[in-house]
């Protein structure tokens, strides 16, 4: 399964960016997908999940600004970022766990300028 993520790029603090994640296999069931953000010299952390069937999750930092949703029938997952701040700036990857397997995706670059 190949992971290809999209939306990335420039934003100024307190404005939005919309990221795609979509599986390029069809026929698959997908049953998470996830964002994960890695900043220059930091730890790879968890942005938000969800679950086929909707249930979600959210990182501290981005609660009440991110939203993560999830289109099975496309096998595609987005990432609503609203209210943008700089420490927002990261490559941003998707995640797709399939069959028991987990899969990442190249990562997607989101600047933040202040």
């Known amino acids: 399964v190949q992971l290809q993520a999209s939306g990335g790029g420039l934003a100024q603090a307190g404005g939005s960016l919309r990221l795609s994640c979509a599986a390029s296999q069809s026929g698959v069931t997908i049953h998470g997908m996830a964002w994960y953000r890695q900043a220059p010299g930091k730890q790879r952390e968890l942005v938000a999940s969800?679950?086929?069937?909707?249930?979600?999750f959210y990182g501290d930092s981005v609660k009440g600004r991110f939203t993560i949703s999830m289109d099975n029938a496309k096998n595609t997952v987005y990432l609503q970022m609203n209210s943008l701040k700089p420490d927002d700036t990261a490559i941003y990857y998707c995640?797709?766990?399939?069959?028991?397997?987990?899969?990442w995706g190249q990562g997607t670059l989101v600047t933040v300028s202040s």
């Open positions: 995640s797709a766990i399939v069959g028991g397997t987990f899969y």
């Open positions: 969800i679950t086929r069937s909707g249930t979600s």
